[in-house]
Structure formats: structure tokens, C-alpha cells
């Protein structure tokens, strides 16, 4: 008698979560996973934020406003070489 056990191992690598104020960032810098989509949340509830990803050739890829109404956005997918620019009474966070 044969016995066979099948294992299945499923690995999943969850985006690392990042707190942000006003500034520019370089998106190679900031440790966020590079081709995946992020979530930009603010904190605290009631602060307001403007978001903007801007590429190599000075393209805007996303604009984003967050508020009260609007907390969280989903952000395109980041290249090594995109821009993150952030203004917030507040921190915006990343994942």
C-alpha cells in the first residue's frame, strides 16, 4: 500500500506599509513594491490630501485627492523611476 500526500504551499507577499507627509518622493526610495497598485489612505480621518504621480518623461499618471468623503484611493502601479508628489495636513499612508 502506497500512501502519496500532497502539499500545497501558497506564498504571498503583502505591500509593505509606509507613512508619508508633504513632499516629493522618489518612488526607487520610498520601499514600496515597484508594479503592483498601492493604497493611499490618510490619517488622521478628517485631514486632506493631494497626491499626484508624476513618470520619467514629467507625465501625470495619477492626481488623487483624499478627504473625509474620499479616505482611501488606489494608486497605478509605480515605476523606479516615477515621482510621488504629497500635500497633507496629516500623513498619508501607503500600501
Do not use: E
Not at 25 to 34: E, K
Not at 52 to 76: E, F, G, H, W, Y
Request: hydrophobic content about 45%; glycine content about 4%; cysteine-free.
Amino acid at each position: 500500500m502506497v500512501i502519496f500526500f500532497a502539499i500545497n504551499i501558497t506564498t504571498t507577499f503583502a505591500n509593505p506599509t509606509r507613512s508619508f507627509t508633504t513632499g516629493v518622493y522618489n518612488a526607487r526610495d520610498t520601499n514600496l513594491l515597484i508594479g503592483s497598485s498601492l493604497t493611499a489612505r490618510i490619517t488622521p480621518p478628517d485631514s486632506k490630501s493631494i497626491i499626484l504621480v508624476i513618470d520619467s518623461d514629467q507625465t501625470m499618471q495619477a492626481l488623487v485627492r483624499l478627504n473625509q468623503k474620499v479616505p482611501k484611493q488606489i494608486l497605478p502601479p509605480l515605476d523606479y523611476d516615477y515621482s510621488i508628489i504629497i500635500f497633507i495636513n496629516g500623513t498619508v499612508l501607503l500600501s
